[in-house]
């Protein structure tokens, strides 16, 4: 059974980071795209960049370019988005989905909320 | 703002069919087609058809998308009561190297 679960909601003030994970499970990890996408309360959906495992590479969303960092860990199936220097407009739910034809699987989300 | 064209509504009676639009450019809908992803409220989307146009395992035949030119759409026939829903398209954009999303179509079911 294919999973994506994500770590729990996170509240942090603006200027901190946060660091999300997304643990994979019952497909091969290195074979498929992975994304994180997010979307702000009541907004459409935002991506924010892409992590190709077998490539060793990552792209990331221009407008997120400086902020954010995207990684895996192949021992444990795990994607990691890190977000630095937050405001409130970060405020979101975050999501990690696995690319197959488009974004076919999805994980439950993480909230984030920046306030202060 | 959305880099793929929605409508923002579309309402429709119950058993009737809805045909839901998501306009781009040559850069991305024109060349790489466009997927389409299902959203009820507080929950993750599902895919329903991917970027050729194919339905994933367990997706009902009443989702039909198709493209022509740069405007792809999502067909729903014999519209159901939890086919309400926000529906969002998706792709690869060429030129932005980039995925972009429409901003979503809510459709309610009347």
């Known amino acids: 059974q294919l999973l994506l679960v994500q770590s729990g909601a996170e509240v942090k003030k603006p200027g901190a980071s946060v660091k999300l994970s997304c643990k994979t499970s019952g497909y091969s990890f290195m074979d498929f795209y992975m994304h994180w996408i997010r979307q702000a309360p009541g907004q459409g959906l935002e991506w924010m960049g892409i992590?190709?495992?077998?490539?060793?590479?990552?792209t990331y969303a221009q407008r997120f370019q400086g902020r954010v960092t995207m990684a895996w860990d192949t021992s444990t199936s795990t994607i990691f988005m890190e977000l630095i220097s937050l405001k409130s407009d970060d405020t979101a739910v975050y999501f990690c989905?696995?690319?197959?034809?488009?974004?076919?699987?999805w994980g439950q989300g993480s909230l984030v909320i920046v306030s202060s | 703002q959305a880099f793929l064209a929605q409508p923002p509504s579309v309402s429709k009676d119950l058993g009737q069919t809805a045909t839901l639009t998501c306009t781009g450019s040559?850069?991305?809908?024109?060349?790489?087609?466009a997927a389409w992803l299902q959203q009820h409220q507080g929950h993750p989307p599902k895919l329903l058809s991917s970027?050729?146009?194919n339905r994933p395992s367990g997706i009902s035949e009443r989702f039909l998308a198709s493209r022509s030119g740069n405007t792809a759409s999502l067909t729903i026939i014999r519209l159901l009561p939890e086919d309400e829903a926000d529906y969002y398209c998706?792709?690869?954009?060429?030129?932005?190297?980039?995925?972009?999303f429409g901003g979503g179509t809510k459709l309610t079911v009347l």
């Open positions: 040559a850069d991305n809908v024109g060349s790489r087609g």
């Open positions: 970027t050729d146009n």
């Open positions: 992590i190709k495992p077998r490539a060793g590479r990552t």
């Open positions: 998706s792709t690869w954009d060429t030129s932005l190297s980039a995925w972009v």
């Open positions: 989905a696995r690319e197959a034809g488009g974004f076919s699987d």
